[in-house]
């Protein structure tokens, strides 16, 4: 990639051939300096090699009502006390109070996120910034988490609380994602990593 470069040539002509006397009219010969300036202009800002940041916005959507008189039978069967089990994995359904309070969220960092992500900024700082400055102070962000062996590629993800609604999001080179979704069923928007 070349960088803008700045050529400066100075001409230096003296008049005269550089003879310093007296003219026949009694003034003193001068020296003649002549400056000339090459610039060239800057490159443009340009984006990511992956090109301009997409962006990418879910929001969960509401569980229809089962149809009047459905059946609940007919499931496979699985091991007993699964659901028991599992059952804190499932993410609560969100009241549209509280769907609306993180959809507003959504709305006060995804502008200032994709124009991070444009100038590509990827940087933990530069994310918790954005959020803090939208007023969310409460955030757990982490940065990428790299494939064993690995460095750790550029970007972060966070989530916060809003109400009973949880913000995800992830800034990364080529994409800004931000969902919206319920607690789990233990009331957390964190969910550890299952083996």
């Known amino acids: 990639m070349l960088r803008p470069v700045a050529l400066l040539l100075v001409t230096l002509v003296l008049a005269g051939c ?3 006397g007296t003219a026949s009219d009694g003034v003193a010969d001068s020296a003649v300096i002549t ?3 090459t610039t060239t202009t ?3 800002v340009s984006v990511p090699p992956e090109g301009a940041c997409r962006r990418e916005v879910h929001v969960q959507t ?3 009502p089962p149809p009047p008189g459905a059946a609940t039978g007919g499931a496979t069967p699985v091991a007993a006390h699964n659901a028991e ?3 804190w994995k499932v993410r609560k359904q969100l009241p549209a109070e ?8 959504v709305g ?3 502008n200032p996120l994709q124009a991070l992500c444009d100038k590509g900024f990827f940087s933990f700082d530069a994310t918790r910034d954005v959020l803090r400055g939208a007023g969310f102070d409460d955030v757990f962000i982490v940065e990428l988490r790299a494939s064993p062996g690995e460095a750790a590629p550029p970007g972060n993800a966070f989530y916060f609380q809003v109400k009973r609604a949880c913000v995800f999001g992830e800034v990364k080179p080529g994409a800004v994602r931000l969902d919206v979704d ?5 009331g957390s928007c964190y969910e550890p990593p299952s083996h």
């Open 42 to 44: 800057p490159a443009p």
């Open 18 to 20: 550089a003879r310093h």
């Open 98 to 105: 509280d769907r609306e309070a993180g959809v507003a969220a």
């Open 85 to 87: 089990n599992n059952g």
């Open 182 to 186: 319920g607690t789990t069923g233990e």
């Open 62 to 64: 509401p569980a229809p």
């Open 35 to 37: 400056t000339a300036i």
């Open 108 to 110: 006060k960092i995804e």
